[in-house]
């Protein structure tokens, strides 16, 4: 199978096991589930990024790095559980600060689907891929530089036009297994990955805008659903079959929050007088580098990142308190 990917250059796949887990209809449905969830609506040039190519990718970078065949298996699953616009789920049923509702379903997700037929098929244990949290390349706590982590910030900054591929490709060159850890091998790449993913989190991913526009989008969400106007399984299909569902509710308090889904919407910050309270995660790394034959934290060998971090640090609150100027 010959899989043509956004930031490699074309990759041929071989294993069987691979191949039917990728054409699985509950891995095809990742192609209509974009990573930034709403703001894809409200400006589609730019945040492309799916989860079908996202977790191809994780599993591409795992594989590059010889991890083992279990985790790379659990990360090429690792988002097969994401439902439609992501990260909205979170306001509905979980904790938006912390955007771990689909975390908290993985493992009965996989173990209650085709996957798991699949993956016995191919004498794959799924109780023990389906915990992706166990695999230290795969995930990470903030701020280890894993391969989930790695994928999404290329992929995403290509899009956006702030990377270029021959980048890519060098800086992916660098990246080597050691201690149980992800390690950059070059000073230069492990600070431009520093420096560049705290850029891409005020930039891009907690950006306002979006940020108010997931609380936003993520009440009318949760309004319908109080009303049983949308249900538990509707969350499980693509983003286009969501948006249709959510745009045929009548319901004036909904389609009033929906009108506000566009970037005329104009607001400003407000600690006193807010409309919403937008929760966002605070994303920054701190890699392991190889320095004199030794592996370190970039932060205990440049102590001018490590003031970078404590600065970025400083001036990310995890939320924004934003009134709508109508």
Known sequence: MLYQDTIWDDIKIND??????????????????????????????????TRYEHTIGVYLILKQLGASYDEQIAGLLHDASHTAFSHLIDYVLGD?????????????????????EILNKHGVNP??????????????EMPGVCADRIDYFLRDMFYYGSI???????FLKTLFIKAGKIVISDLEQALWLGEKFMWANENTWADPRIAVEQQIA???????????????????????????????VADKEIQEKLDLLNLNTKFVFDENNYDYLCRYKV??????????????LLSKVNPDFKKEINKFLER???????KIIK
Request: net charge negative; charged share 25%; hydrophobic share 35%.
């Open 283 to 296: 994303r920054y790394l701190d890699p392991w580098v190889l320095v004199n034959g030794e592996i370190k």
């Open 218 to 248: 993520g009440q009318a969400i949760k309004i319908a659903f109080d009303k049983s106007l949308l249900k538990k399984e509707d969350f499980f299909s693509t983003d286009d079959e969501f948006m249709a569902l959510l745009q045929k």
């Open 96 to 116: 938006a600060s912390k955007q771990d509702y689909q975390d908290s379903i993985h493992e009965e997700f996989i173990l209650h689907s085709e996957i798991s």
């Open 316 to 322: 990310s609150k995890g939320y924004y308190k934003i």
């Open 16 to 49: 069987p096991l691979v191949i039917e887990l990728i054409s699985s209809p509950i891995f095809e449905r990742l192609k209509g589930i974009h990573n930034c969830g709403i703001h894809y609506y409200i400006c589609p040039g730019i945040y492309k990024t």
């Open 164 to 170: 270029s591929k021959e980048e890519i490709a060098d």
């Open 127 to 140: 109780a023990i891929v389906s915990k992706h949290s166990e695999f230290s390349l795969l995930d990470q």
